[in-house]
């Protein structure tokens, strides 16, 4: 009869290895289509903005919910989405698809949806709904607030057409393509205007040797591409040496293998050396895993399994995710991939992580903080969903970054202790130095400290920067600082200090905007908006955190300071969404300045964010509190762009600073739609 039974197995810590030079593939969409999306994919703010700052509300932390518990929600869910749909006034074309669940200690819940329209898939028409205990809808978070209706659903170009397309722009990245599967006909919403489309997702293996899982969208009118993301999702990390770790295995007879019975089933197995399929479960005639030397296969298994459970339990118990879909069900691990493949990888297809071994098959990446930034791949994909492009990969990859960070600081592992290095025992340059640095990412030499308007169109791994620094000053602060022997060092963009609240406060901000506020095709201001958001929720839009998250953000170029934050000018801000008639009346968004004395100075910054489909038709003013207008925007100026997210300088000199300021705006013509997202006003 077969048993099964939680047993314990050791890994050896290795004898020191002499260090060389390995050279990292950093995979990623070679050719990053992102300008035309990342213009305009702020998370929206909150429907309605507090008249006055909000508390800390206890309530706003979510609960631990058993894999039945969330089960229910998703179901009660489901009955309701027809309903949900009417309150939120989507059409009858359009269905709702539920597809992730937060519940917050007071109640409230957060449902993630997917959208069809006309039973097609809307690829941009995610949002999340937060709802009351009561059972009032409070606040809608879109990827786009515009319409999703396309002018037609029946497509002119052929199927056969748009793969052979797809396929020829997967040979651009690969040695070998293939088509997964056949294209589907979807609505491309998520730059604008929507359109009937084709995704199609395009196999074989990137030229590294990753496998790839491109997705190509077709114009199903023009023949067009219109935009491309690869779904395998890489992190290159470091093969630390854990030590003498216990494992949770299975006893089955005589014979023991890497399952986790604890952890929903997680399983790791062994390529060995293959590129496809499952590979082999480890297993053994006894509960002892590898002696630490990579030559053993088994050693970098044991590895594998630990970060694995590590993360794991990283996530349920600091942030109340039983794995990674919040069911329940682990996901699995394959080592040993390829030969000399030095990169280790998330795929949604097979729901695993997969890890090589290095140059010269003697590094295995197998390390904790490898596993994290692997497994929170999967995190993401079954929450925000950011797509592995433009300014939302790099969020994507900064997210697997920070928490591959916070759970080597929550592993406690005397072998491997906590820091805010990327891949700093690989030894990837073959000089001792990490391969990213979170305190000042540009000391890799590729990445960026700090957002610009092309961010978005270099690899993901170096635009995941400006996140992965905001994270460093919200949590240690700027300036010099050692934490665990490593010294940082950590500078802002505008030379102004940033006070730390805590790594264990920062990541409870960064899970909660991850997985209620980010939407797939965030950028850096929606980040910003949805970190804000959380914090505001979890300690009040009036507290210490509140100003940190303003001021973090600051320092890598995403938005203002908190009013009067060490010099930097004081901000008033409105996140209300405030929507913009298609070519009717004009309409106003508030803001009270109060506390100035005199007037407002000739140097008055007024932040703009306004969605909207075709710029050219919108004239915008600032509203003095006397009247007068100033214009920042004409009608007919921008032409077909979508969105503006600008600065812009005004004399204001004349005006008595403190009333009420209005952003006013008008569409003047017909056929697109928008809304207001945010505007702030600073003084200087």
């Given amino acids: 009869m077969r048993s099964s039974s939680s047993r314990r197995a050791t890994s050896h810590r290795p004898a020191p290895r002499t260090r060389r030079t390995a050279a990292v593939a950093l995979a990623g969409v070679a050719a990053l289509i992102a300008a035309a999306v990342q213009s305009g994919t702020a998370v929206a703010a909150p429907e309605k903005a507090p008249s006055a700052a909000s508390k800390a509300n206890p309530g706003s932390e979510s609960v631990r919910l058993t894999p039945a518990q969330r089960a229910a929600l998703i179901r009660d869910a489901d009955a309701a989405k027809a309903e949900t749909a009417k309150k939120l006034g989507l059409g009858a074309e359009e269905k709702l698809v539920v597809r992730d669940v937060v519940k917050d ?23 999340v709904v937060e709802t009351a205990k009561s059972g009032a809808t409070r606040d809608v978070v879109k990827a786009v607030r515009a319409s999703v209706r396309p002018a037609t659903t029946t497509a002119a170009l052929p199927a056969a057409k748009a793969r052979k397309q797809a396929l020829t722009a997967g040979r651009a990245e690969a040695r070998t393509a293939d088509i997964n599967r056949e294209p589907r006909k979807v609505v491309w919403a998520a730059s604008g205007k929507p359109v009937v489309a084709y995704e199609t997702v395009v196999g074989g293996f990137q030229h590294d040797g990753t496998p790839q899982e491109l997705h190509v969208v077709t114009d ?53 050396r293959g590129t496809s399929g499952t590979g082999t479960l480890f297993s053994g005639p006894d509960d002892i895993w590898g002696n630490g030397s990579p030559s053993n296969l088994e050693s970098a298994g044991a590895d594998a399994h630990y970060g694995a459970a590590l993360t794991w339990d990283y996530y349920k118990n600091v942030h109340g995710r039983s794995g990674i879909r919040g069911d329940g069900v682990g996901a699995y691990s394959r080592v040993h991939y390829g030969n000399n493949y030095v990169n280790a990888f998330w795929s949604d297809s097979c729901f695993c992580m997969t890890y090589g071994d290095g140059s010269g098959n003697a590094n295995p990446l197998t390390s904790i903080d490898v596993a994290a930034h692997e497994m929170t791949h999967g995190l993401t994909s079954n929450t925000a969903g950011l797509v ?15 928490f591959g960070s916070t759970v080597e600081f929550f592993a406690k592992n005397t072998s491997d202790v906590g820091d805010y290095l990327i891949g700093e025992e690989i030894d990837i340059n073959g000089d001792g130095t990490p391969l990213r640095y979170m305190d000042k990412p540009s000391k890799d030499g590729a990445s960026k400290d700090a957002w610009y308007s092309g961010i978005g169109s270099i690899d993901v791994h170096y635009s995941s920067g400006p996140a992965n620094h905001f994270f460093y000053l919200l949590s240690e602060g700027s300036g010099t600082k050692t934490i665990n022997g490593v010294t940082y060092n950590s500078p802002t963009s505008d030379g102004l200090p940033v006070t730390g609240i805590g790594r264990d406060k920062a990541e409870k901000i960064w899970f909660r905007a991850l997985t209620t506020k980010f939407t797939s095709n965030t950028n850096y201001a929606g980040a910003r908006t949805g970190t804000l958001a959380a914090t505001g929720e979890l300690y009040g839009t009036d507290s210490a955190e509140y100003k940190a998250v303003q001021d973090a953000w600051a320092g890598v170029n995403v938005g203002a300071r908190s009013g009067g934050g060490g010099g930097g000018g004081t901000s008033f801000e409105n996140t209300a969404d405030v929507a913009i008639p298609d070519r009717g009346s004009a309409v106003t968004s508030s803001i009270t300045v109060s506390g100035r004395t005199g007037n407002a100075p000739s140097n008055l910054q007024v932040a703009v964010d306004i969605v909207h489909t075709y710029i050219g038709d919108l004239k915008v003013d600032l509203v003095a509190p006397d009247g007068t207008a100033y214009t920042l925007k004409g009608y007919g100026t921008g032409g077909s762009a979508d969105n503006i997210n600008t600065t812009y300088t005004v004399n204001a000199s004349s005006e008595v600073a403190n009333g009420v300021w209005k952003l006013r705006v008008q569409d003047n013509a017909a056929a697109d739609t928008g809304h207001i997202n945010s505007w702030k006003l600073t003084f200087p």
């Fill in 105 to 127: 200690r007071d109640g409230t819940v957060h449902t993630r949806y997917e959208r069809t329209y006309d039973g097609l898939p809307v690829l941009g028409g995610d949002l």
């Fill in 388 to 402: 592995y492009s433009g300014e939302s990969g790099g969020l994507n990859e900064a997210t697997s970054d920070i």
């Fill in 220 to 272: 199903a009118t023009t023949g067009e591409k219109l935009y491309e993301w690869e779904a395998i999702e890489t992190g290159t990390g470091n093969t630390v040496y854990s030590g003498t770790v216990d494992l949770t295995t299975t006893q089955s007879g005589s014979t023991y293998n890497l399952t986790d019975g604890a952890r929903g089933g997680h399983k790791t197995y062994n390529l060995n």
